[in-house]
């Protein structure tokens, strides 16, 4: 046997190797999820887990349900504020902007996506929630507060995977719009944006997961009461705040309780993403 299929081999045994980690990690984060959920959910009845309005551990009172609603509020409001800025300032640094500023802007997107989860959570703390208590309603810490802080922190993800998609369309679709008699804007939002909509979809749904998952910034600035917010200036609690926030301590029926909540998490991202997918193949074949 040559050198070269004995490197080929070994570059394949470690490739299969590493994509065998990878599944076996996922299979016994399920199978520890699930073993130790679903005995607490059925103890505590899943009609009353899920759509529980009351958290209440000291009585044995485990409704998740204001929880749910707290993440999906939260990441909606993300979407609203990360999506659009986030396509957008990808467009424009595919698009329109410069080289130069391109070079200049793209290391300060790198930068955003390196800063740790924690110090959103004191720039939310000491910025965001001081000006909707003194400048809008309630005490800041809240929907609104969590949203926007969540909103900021996609924006990395969205752009350089929306970027990075936008730059693999070929050239000949905007020179081909061009020559129809397009000008450079028409060509840019109802050609190119359009041919690379299956790779802003997949930004997009690492942004959602980048938002529902977040605990750390998510905890220093939702106010983190667990009902159900009556408005954006309420505060409100994740499921993945209510993990953290109470795991330390937990035991027992509380604890299977707190990974029921990370099992519904879990099987609530996975129907996210195939959704997203669904979407996606839908728009390919079209």
Known sequence: MSRIHVKEGLARAL??????ISILAVALICVFLFANGIPAMA?????????????RPANDIYGIFPMIIGSIYVTAGALVVGVPTGLLCAIFLSRFASGRVARALKPGVELLAGIPSVVYGFFGLVIIVPFIRDNMAGRGASLLAAAVLLGIMILPTIITVAQ???????RKYYE???ALGADHERSVFRVIVPAAASGITAGIV????????????????????PVIPGSIFEGVRTMTANIVLEMGYAADLHRG???????????FILLITTLFNAVKKRGEVK
């Open 15 to 20: 490739f299969v190797a590493a994509a065998g």
């Open 176 to 178: 081909g719009a061009l």
């Open 257 to 267: 309780a707190l990974i029921a909540t990370g099992v519904v998490l879990f099987v």
């Open 43 to 55: 103890q505590i009845g899943l009609p009353d887990f899920l759509f529980g309005t009351t958290w």
């Open 164 to 170: 990075s998609a936008l730059d693999a369309v070929p």
């Open 206 to 225: 690492l942004g959602v997961g980048r938002a529902i998952g977040e605990t750390m910034a998510v905890i220093m600035v939702a106010g983190n009461q």
